[in-house]
């Protein structure tokens, strides 16, 4: 990466936060033919965030519509991929964990499991982090929704704060057009069924969006603080702190933004993560309790990529034995894989800035070298919206009608392939 494509190290990029100009015009112009500042951000934002809501809208639309077309879920357990309408889909799995915690807190335990070859303890809802439910629950303070409800309007209204901090970074980037791009592709992604159902990751998407645009745009403190932040929602947040960190050491050595700023935002950042999981080993009595609870119930843990290149391996010979075995998500996986080395070329030619690379880089890495259920690479990909920057950069001289045919399909199948494949076939 050179230097000139670093924004921490150039003296030449504005340190605010205004738009880029847009096919000539200046953004001063853009953002002035709406009076007042409000509908300046609205004149600015509401292109990508409604394209964005389209293809969501579809996408969810044909996801429902599959559920109602087969009716397995009247078959299943609450819970496990079932309910009594369609919709309850959207709440199960994961969000049946953060719907008990929003509504009963935690209890932290390491009870042993005995008559098991891949659990030793019983699950505890101590492995899900605390900000998402925290959310569920003043939402359902606030408006009296249960936490279904209350999930899901966190998880709708966080989604379009993270596709404005994917269009923001991207706009930074490469222009307005790129943006609204990079905000329509993460609604595609495989993974995305995720953004609108009982599950933190639209959250914590929009939480390392903006911590890497206050990075690009040098406001050190409020990085550090969203990566704080980010660090009570989930434990990949130790990408983001890493992202943030070493950005802001890169920052200080340099003195580019002198010295409390990045050494504070450098301070600040691990401790969300830090305090949850030592809060998690203080209340079970065992300060590795957090991890073992991970390992032992859930059989989560770092084997640096040996499960996911065995796994690869069985699924492109055509073994379906392996553990959490779901054939379709697995083969969508392999397609994802395939096409991740692209991706992070054109992300490459998209110059982007230090706290992007190393952003994607660790997400990439945690996604690959854990032992996780395979199907979900879709879903542990997601947050590396990097990767779509780098494709919208490459989309953005295509004429609007050709992208609107190149992407009506996918907003069609991502119903499927992001949605009924992830929570149907497969265990997101």
Request: with cysteine; net charge neutral; aromatic share 12%.
């Amino acid at each position: 990466m050179s230097t000139a494509s670093s924004t921490e190290s150039s003296s030449t990029e504005p340190s605010s936060a205004e738009p880029v100009a847009v096919s000539g015009e200046p953004a001063e112009e853009r953002a002035g033919r709406a009076p007042g500042r409000f509908m300046a951000l609205v004149d600015r934002f509401a292109p990508a965030l409604g394209a964005y809501a389209v293809v969501k809208a579809i996408g969810l639309t044909v996801f429902l519509m599959l559920l109602e077309h087969t009716g397995d879920y009247l078959k299943k357990q609450p819970g496990r991929g079932g309910g009594a309408h369609a919709w309850d889909v959207l709440g199960t799995w994961d969000g049946v964990w953060y719907q008990r915690i929003a509504e009963n807190g935690y209890d932290p335990q390491l009870i042993e499991l005995h008559g098991f070859p891949l659990a030793t303890y019983y699950e505890n809802s101590a492995a899900f982090f605390p900000l998402y439910p925290w959310l569920m629950r003043l939402v359902g303070a606030v408006t009296g929704l249960g936490p279904y409800g209350s999930g899901i309007v966190v998880s709708v209204l966080a989604s379009l704060v993270a596709a404005a901090g994917i269009f923001a970074i991207a706009e930074r980037l490469a222009g307005f057009r790129a943006g609204v791009i990079a905000a329509v592709v993460w609604g595609l992604f495989p993974g995305s069924g995720v953004e609108w159902a009982v599950y933190s990751d639209s959250l914590f998407v929009a939480l390392s969006a903006w911590a890497c645009y206050c990075v690009m745009t040098r406001r050190w403190l409020a990085a550090g603080l969203l990566a704080l932040v980010a660090g009570l929602n989930r434990p990949t947040a130790a990408a983001l702190i890493a992202a943030v960190s070493i950005a802001a050491l890169v920052a200080l050595v340099r003195r580019t933004d002198g010295v409390a700023r990045p050494l504070t935002a450098m301070l600040i950042t691990p401790w969300g993560l830090f305090g949850y999981v030592a809060w998690v080993g203080w209340r079970m009595g065992d300060w590795g309790g957090y991890f073992k609870l991970q390992r032992g119930a859930w059989n989560r843990y770092f084997d640096f990529g040996a499960s996911t290149v065995r796994t690869v391996m069985d699924v492109i010979t055509g073994h379906w034995d392996f553990w959490q075995s779901n054939p379709v998500p697995d083969l969508i996986a392999i397609a994802l894989l395939i096409a991740l080395p692209g991706l992070v070329v054109l992300l490459a030619r998209a110059r982007p800035p230090l706290v992007l690379w190393v952003y994607t880089a660790m997400t990439v890495f945690t996604a690959l070298s854990s032992n996780q259920i395979f199907g979900n690479i879709s879903r542990y990909l997601l947050p590396a919206f990097p990767l779509f920057i780098g494709l919208a950069v490459a989309l953005r001289k295509v004429r609007t009608s050709s992208l609107i045919g190149l992407f009506a399909m996918p907003a069609i199948a991502a119903g499927w392939y992001a949605g009924y494949a992830l929570f149907e076939l497969g265990i997101p």
